[in-house]
């Protein structure tokens, strides 16, 4: 039976349907307001790493991802005018994880797979239409307002967890600042149903492809192959969706004879932020509420979920055994210092790496993953960097 507390959840993305099955599962009467009519179908993230996998089988989520999802063993570091630099099979980490590879699925089958778990708990609740505008709290309960197309309506809780994105306006009605910086530059992802590893034949289902100007991360969905590639803060959006300028582009990272079939195509800014806390009271933040990043390595979504499960997970602790609020505390000390040291910091370094201008680094990075290549225990120390594993240990070894 549900005990008497209630979390509403600002945002029914990857993290906010997340930490809601784990609530429901645990018996905690869960709200999710969801600003859209329906989950949105948002392919930005598509990387599933082995840790998250793990974390998701012991919510019986897993195995309905891979059903769904392509698995990719393998990831790529390629330069674009030297090809296949050095190749890393996740299969040196079998011994950690039950999914030894990443797992590429779109991140709103993930949503969907959750918001039909939660139809099992009569308790648990997602409400469409619902934007968030503002809270306020006491000691004992907030009070959560949304906009619906009915009017504005209320909802007493115990605790508000922000999962609304970058945007985030439940960090921002708190007043929590979200420092860091964007880059000096657009990223542009296009998706196309080619199949480009028959194209290159060498290439792997995730490469990351070096070079000055055009780098570029592939990575091969379920349906379609995804380019993402850098262009200059001065083009607007109808030059970077042009289609004779993608198919160059395109040409370029993967020569091909013929034309290459173009869909999905986004263009956005890239930031590296984290809140300057991620709790102000009965009010918490996780996912890209609390941390942005760049999405080289797939690290952001990744991150967000490993979030939004520790969370939940200490405020079932605190409703259901007693605990005390200081568990809100731990989490923040827990997962804050790892969106800094760990999530920013390496998906800074790997956009450095793509984009290096000197040659002679250029070429000494390549000697250096020739090297770890050939490795076995280097190879297995980058891949469980990569994979985030490192980051996971790290977080659940503060106190």
């Known amino acids: 039976m549900p005990n008497t507390k209630k979390v509403v959840i600002a945002g029914a993305g990857p993290v906010g349907c997340c930490a809601a099955l784990i609530l429901a599962r645990e018996g905690v009467s869960v709200t999710v307001l969801e600003a ?13 790493h082995p840790p998250t996998l793990d974390m998701l089988d012991e919510l019986g989520v897993t195995p309905k991802l891979v059903e769904q999802g392509l698995i990719t063993p393998k990831i ?36 969907r797979v959750i918001a039909e778990m939660l139809k099992d708990y009569p308790h648990a609740e997602i409400i469409f239409e619902a934007k968030f505008t503002e809270a306020g709290q006491n000691a004992d309960t907030v009070t959560v307002t949304y906009d619906t197309p009915g009017g ?8 508000l967890i922000g999962c609304d994105g970058s945007r985030s306006v439940v960090r921002k009605s708190q007043g929590i600042e979200f420092a860091g910086f964007t880059y000096p530059e657009q990223f542009v992802t296009v998706s196309s149903p080619e199949n480009v590893d028959e194209i290159i034949p060498d ?13 570029c991360a592939l990575i091969h969905a379920p349906d379609f192959w995804r380019f993402l590639f850098p262009i200059s803060l001065e083009m607007t959006r109808e030059e970077a969706f042009d289609d004779d300028y993608l198919q160059e582009r395109l040409h370029r990272l993967a020569p091909y004879d013929g034309e290459y079939t173009l869909s999905l195509r986004t263009l956005y800014a890239v930031n590296q932020r984290v809140a300057e806390t991620y709790r102000k009271g009965r009010i918490l933040l996780a996912g890209d509420s609390a941390h942005v990043n760049n999405p080289l390595g797939g690290m952001g979504m990744n991150g967000g979920i490993h979030d939004g499960i520790n969370l939940a997970n200490k405020l079932a602790r605190m409703f259901n055994d007693g605990e005390g609020d200081d568990l809100l505390d731990l989490y923040d000390r827990q997962r804050r210092p790892i969106a800094i040291e760990y999530v920013q910091a390496q998906t800074i370094r790997n956009k450095k ?30 891949l469980l960097q990569t994979s985030m594993f490192n980051g996971v240990e790290k977080s659940e070894a503060i106190t």
């Open 36 to 48: 859209e009519a329906d989950l949105i179908p948002d392919l930005r993230a598509s990387t599933f």
């Open 203 to 215: 290439m792997g289902h995730v490469a990351y492809i070096a070079h000055p100007t055009e780098w």
């Open 76 to 111: 790529q570091y390629r330069d674009l005018d030297d090809g296949l630099v050095a190749e890393f099979d996740h299969d040196l980490i079998k011994d950690r994880t039950k999914y030894p590879y990443r797992l590429q699925c779109e991140q709103f089958k993930l949503t």
């Open 353 to 382: 790496n793509l984009e290096e201008t000197d040659p002679a680094v250029r070429k000494q990075r390549q000697d250096e993953l020739r090297a770890v290549a050939a490795d076995q225990k280097k190879s297995r120390e980058l």
């Open 152 to 159: 504005a309506e209320e909802i007493t809780c115990d605790y």
